[in-house]
């Protein structure tokens, strides 16, 4: 069965860390593009960053650049979302997904949401004082 399987979401304050897990089964993560999405209450899902199959290129969005960091293990199957210097803004469920497809870094635009195929189930982060 493929499947994605995120963690690592819970309460921080602001300005502390993170690290989420994408674990993958059934399909082998670095033949695909992994993407993180966040859906906050009332707001529409936005891509976050992602890290292409193969070679790795990665993706940010503005708001997280210098403070989220994609990273792929694919010994342990696995890609990582290391966020620091959260605020509360980034409060929202996290998903991630697979595509199968290679994000080369000159498309002009991130990978959309209809382009993945397969998706988690999500992790809740919430950033609050």
């Known amino acids: 069965q493929l499947q994605l399987v995120e963690s690592g979401g819970g309460l921080v304050q602001p300005g502390g860390s993170l690290r989420l897990s994408c674990a993958a089964s059934g399909f082998t993560l670095d033949y695909y593009t992994i993407g993180w999405f966040r859906q906050a209450p009332g707001k529409e899902r936005e891509g976050v960053s992602c890290?292409?199959?193969?070679?790795?290129?990665?993706y940010y969005e503005d708001s997280v650049k210098g403070r989220f960091t994609i990273s792929r293990d694919n010994a342990k199957n696995t890609v990582y979302l290391q966020m620091n210097s959260l605020k509360p803004e980034d409060t929202a469920v996290y998903y991630c997904?697979?595509?199968?497809?290679?994000?080369?870094?000159?498309?002009?635009?991130?990978?959309?949401?209809?382009?993945?195929?397969?998706w988690g189930q999500g992790t809740q982060v919430f950033v609050s004082s």
């Open positions: 890290i292409s199959s193969h070679d790795g290129r990665k």
């Open positions: 997904a697979a595509g199968n497809f290679y994000y080369s870094g000159a498309w002009g635009r991130a990978p959309r949401a209809g382009e993945y195929v397969y």
